[in-house]
């Protein structure tokens, strides 16, 4: 299936979870999901299953002041 | 002398909040942080780059048991955007603590002061502790507090510029109509920015290119620590008033022939 993360096009497996899609991304450190515009807390991470055509916004803390 | 910083009942012993941008290196900013001595760090949120796979994070670089993460809602230009990356930024840190920020205008980041009240708004009444980074306009920092805001941060000049404090007159005038604390955020340019902001009675300062600038940051860094504690001390003390003429503070009596 094909999802949108970040403005890129991924394809990725079906039935894909939230958590295992970061596990994929191969991110070290805390990332924050936003879910076809909703924002997923973290313990929906691994209940959330991903379909085609969802769009991710997957975002971590950078440097940065104001 | 306890002369904490309150918050939103929080206390913190240093009166200097930084943040974590432009640095040299990961290794410099850590340094800075320490020769700084400031317990408030400022972040902002961003994309995941995908193709930078196990990149270290920043937060490996920052010592979130001393410090409290500030996460910014940097160039962000609409209400709507702010809340939607501090409700981002509440599901990354470990705290609803934000620094609202809401720019107007690309060329002087000057703040949208309309949007920065409607989203402080929204974000108070969903649990958020909201730190505003506003105009020097004491009528917008009390709305500001109105909308139970807890703190206002009015700029000392726009972003990055280092111009200093541009208006300390209005900068005293918000210090006396609101009641949460002032932290003066943003123009700092160098050391005696910092004190005059704490001699107009501010409750602390925020910056990052003046250090992370710095032709040797650590040692800006340092410098910055001490501004601050001189800046407070002055205040405290309270200055002698201004006399147009001058005052010998030698006796006129008992001079030698």
């Known amino acids: ?66 | 002398m306890d002369d904490a910083l309150v918050i939103a009942g929080k206390r913190f012993g240093s009166r200097l909040l930084i943040g974590t941008g432009k640095y040299p290196s990961h290794e410099v900013m850590k340094r800075c942080h320490e020769a700084s001595g400031s317990e408030i760090v400022t972040v902002a949120v961003r994309r995941l780059d995908l193709n930078a796979k196990g990149e270290a994070s920043l937060l490996q670089w920052i010592d979130t048991t001393r410090m409290t993460l500030l996460p910014n809602t940097a160039l962000c230009y609409t209400a709507d955007d702010a809340v939607r990356t501090c409700r981002l930024a509440a599901e990354l840190g470990m705290s609803k603590w934000v620094k609202l920020e809401v720019l107007g205008d690309e060329r002087t980041l000057f703040p949208d002061v309309e949007q920065t009240v409607a989203a402080a708004r929204i974000l108070v009444k969903e649990g958020f502790t909201v730190l505003p980074y506003t105009s020097d306009d004491p009528i917008t920092a009390r709305k500001l507090e109105d909308a139970g805001c807890a703190a206002v941060m009015p700029l000392a000049a726009p972003i990055g510029s280092g111009l200093g404090i541009r208006n300390p007159h209005n900068i005293r005038l918000i210090r006396e109509v609101v009641k949460v604390p002032v932290i003066v955020d943003a123009g700092v340019g160098t050391a005696s920015d910092v004190a005059i902001a704490m001699e107009l009675g501010c409750d602390g300062v925020l910056l990052n290119t003046a250090v992370a600038g710095a032709k040797d940051p650590v040692r800006m860094a340092h410098a910055m620590k001490l501004a601050i504690e001189a800046g407070r001390a002055a205040f405290l003390a309270g200055r002698i008033p201004r006399k147009a003429y001058g005052s010998a503070s030698s006796p006129l009596e008992g001079l030698v022939d």
Do not use: C
């Open chain 1, 1 to 66: 299936m094909r999802l949108t993360i970040n403005g890129e096009r991924r394809d990725v497996a079906e039935g894909l979870t939230v958590a295992a899609l970061v596990a994929q991304l191969g991110v070290r450190g805390r990332v924050a999901v936003e879910l076809n515009g909703e924002v997923l807390r973290q313990a929906q991470h691994p209940e959330v299953t991903l379909r085609d055509g969802d769009a991710l916004e997957v975002v971590t803390f950078v440097g940065g002041g104001a």
